[in-house]
Nanobody, 124 residues
Framework: QLQLVESGGGLVQAGGSLRLSCAAS????????MGWFRQAPGKEREFVAG????????SYADSVKGRFTISRDNAKNTVYLQMNSLRPEDTAVYYC?????????????????WGQGTQVTVSS
């Protein structure tokens, strides 16, 4: 069992930055690939970024490549999403998720555990 709690969301102007954190409970955090997803009003939840359980492999949605960076600190049971050059279209609830696999996929069904989400709002 893994419990996930996101933090770091908020309101930011276009071009600004935010760093999201996701703290996980459980002693086997380093055996889970982690992902960030987001869901805007009226839209499907979509993959944003993923990281392998060692942190050595990452993947990103095309829409955030070059602007967002996912990282993890297994000693702190925490995964991060650094978001730079934010755009109004990045506005969404951001969710952290864990998959009991080595590498992170981009499909929601691959992830067994989800956080409650944190709101990110980017004003123009």
């Amino acid at each position: 069992q893994l419990q996930l709690v996101e933090s770091g969301g908020g309101l930011v102007q276009a071009g600004g930055s935010l760093r999201l954190s996701c703290a996980a409970s459980g002693r086997t955090f380093n055996r889970y690939a982690m992902g960030w997803f987001r869901q805007a009003p009226g839209k499907e939840r979509e993959f944003v970024a993923g990281i392998s359980w060692s942190g050595g492999s990452t993947s990103y949605a095309d829409s955030v490549k070059g602007r967002f960076t996912i990282s993890r600190d297994n000693a702190k049971n925490t995964v991060y999403l650094q978001m730079n050059s934010l755009r109004p279209e990045d506005t969404a609830v951001y969710y952290c998720a864990a998959a009991h696999t080595q590498y992170a996929g981009s499909y929601r069904y691959e992830y067994a555990y989800w956080g409650q989400g944190t709101q990110v709002t980017v004003s123009s």
